[in-house]
Every structure is written in C-alpha cells, then in structure tokens.
C-alpha cells in the first residue's frame, strides 16, 4: 500500500490527484498491477503527510515524551445519583443547594468513609458539579447542612414514603386488602465523646463498658425498605420505643390496615395494647414457657 501522486493534463490545466493505491498481483494475467482505494485529494496536507510516514513505518511521536493526568472520577457518584432519582431520595431532599450537599453527604457514606474532613478531600477527585451541580463546597456547610436534615427529616421521611407508596400502587404490590406490614427493630452505638443530648449509659449491644450510646430504631416496609429512624436516649428499652413507630405510622402515613413484626422482647402487653388502640394487628414470638404451655 502507497500514496502516489498522479499529474494530468488537457490543453487548458494540469490536474493534480493523491490516491492510496496498492499493489497486487492480477490471479489470471499473473502480471502485476495496481488499483486505488481511497482519493485523498481534498485532504490536508498534514493529514496526508501523517498516513504516509504510517504506511513507511515511521514513528510520529516519542510516546515517553506523552504526559498524561488523572480525571475526576464520576462512575460511582452518577450511579448512586441515578438510584436516588429512581427512589425518589433526590427530589425528597429538595434541588436546592442544601438538598444537593445533603445527597452528597449520602453518596459519600456509600462510596467512601470518614469526617467530614475526609469527605472534602474525597471531592476534589469526584465530578461532584458535573452531576450534582455543586461548586465551591465549604466544610462548614457539611455541618449546617446536617443541623438542617435534623429539622426536616420528617417532611423527607414522609415525601419518600408517598413516593414509595406511589410506586407500590403502580406495582400492585401486594394484595387487594390494602394491609401494610411493617417491620421493626433497634439497635444502639456507643459514642467516644460526651457531648451528646441523647447518649447515656444502657444495655450496651457493642460489649463497650464504660461507655454512653444512643439507641436506634428502624422502621421498614415488608421489603425491609427503610420507611422512618428514631435515635432515642442510650437508656430506653426496646419496648418503649415502640409507640413512637405506631404513632408514625398512624398519625403521620396514616395507614389503617397494619401488621407490625417485632420480636418478643420489642413487642409485650403495653405494646400489644396500644396496637390495639389503633386496630393495628402484629406478629411475635412467644416464650420458651408459652411454648412449654401450649405443649
């Protein structure tokens, strides 16, 4: 393969062409002969210089001399952003700057742990604006941010559980008799510092003596989806964290046909009480002398 250069002349002009041709031998005539490929004649000069020195094998570039740079990383933070459209997360929080630095806060617990320090290290290598639209981000506003989440986690709790919900209808999730089962548990975490309103000394989970905590509980859907989060005092016992989740469901996504599943040591007599009050339904287990009993 060749690039030649072919003149031709009539009385008036001389025309010049640059053709890529190759050579080849004809299989009947057995003579050598030749056909063109390509017209590179409306090509730049440059352009045709380049392909030429490929063709004879020259190097065009020293490639140590080539520097290279690492990009910011957006895979990971595009992905989660995606799902937290699809979930209904993003519009929750709101497309204000807050709402933004508040998914940002999320996607960093996912995809990176640390302070909040770490986390503003972590961004200088993400595409935090390309896909969130965030520029200029002050550690101080990680902090304001958090206070703000605490005010409005009821109003986010209560847009994602109606955009789940919506979801649900759309699916048909479960049956025609519009009963909702939710499921609940508590955990605790113990904390170094001191200076927490809620951390006191409890039943320790994490075998950590000496040490306050605050207690956790978890509100989910049948499909174990977080649907609300209560941090109690370090002290409160499983069952009286209870109430608060019949009132949540009750008052707040006023559901009506309820089953509520807890263990036998979330859900006694008083909890069985006021699931009562409300003609709330429940699921338990029963005691190793109930079961001796029942034999």
Request: with cysteine; charged share 30%.
């Amino acid at each position: 393969m060749y690039i030649e250069t072919v003149k031709r002349k009539t009385k008036k002009k001389t025309y010049e062409y640059i053709l890529l041709r190759r050579s080849y031998r004809d299989p009947v005539t057995k003579k050598p002969t030749h056909e063109t490929l390509l017209n590179l004649t409306k090509w730049p000069k440059e352009k045709v210089a380049a392909l030429k020195a490929i063709i004879s094998g020259d190097k065009l570039i020293d490639a140590p001399k080539i520097s290279t740079e690492q990009g910011k990383d957006i895979g990971g933070i595009w992905v989660f952003n995606e799902i937290a459209k699809q979930i209904g997360l993003r519009k929750a929080l709101g497309n204000d700057r807050r709402g933004k630095i508040a998914l940002l806060l999320i996607l960093g617990r996912i995809l990176t742990q640390g302070s909040r320090h770490h986390l503003l290290e972590w961004i200088k290598g993400q595409e935090i604006d390309a896909v969130l639209g965030i520029k200029d981000l002050k550690k101080d506003e990680l902090y304001t941010t958090l206070d703000w989440l605490a005010g409005a986690q009821s109003k986010i709790e209560d847009r994602l559980y109606r955009a789940k919900k919506k979801r649900s209808d759309a699916e048909k999730e479960g049956s025609d008799t519009g009963v909702h089962l939710y499921l609940y548990d508590v955990t605790s975490s113990y904390l170094e510092g001191e200076k927490n309103d809620l951390a006191c000394y409890g039943y320790n989970r994490d075998k950590k003596k000496g040490k306050k905590q605050i207690v956790i509980g978890l509100l989910t859907d049948s499909k174990g989806r977080p649907v609300s989060v209560c941090v109690f005092d370090g002290n409160r016992s499983d069952t009286t964290t209870v109430e608060a989740q019949i009132q949540t469901i009750s008052t707040r996504f006023k559901a009506k046909k309820v089953i509520m599943v807890g263990d036998r040591g979330m859900i006694k007599s008083p909890q069985k009480t006021a699931l009562n009050a409300f003609d709330f339904n429940y699921i338990t287990a029963i005691t190793r002398q109930q079961i001796a009993n029942l034999i």
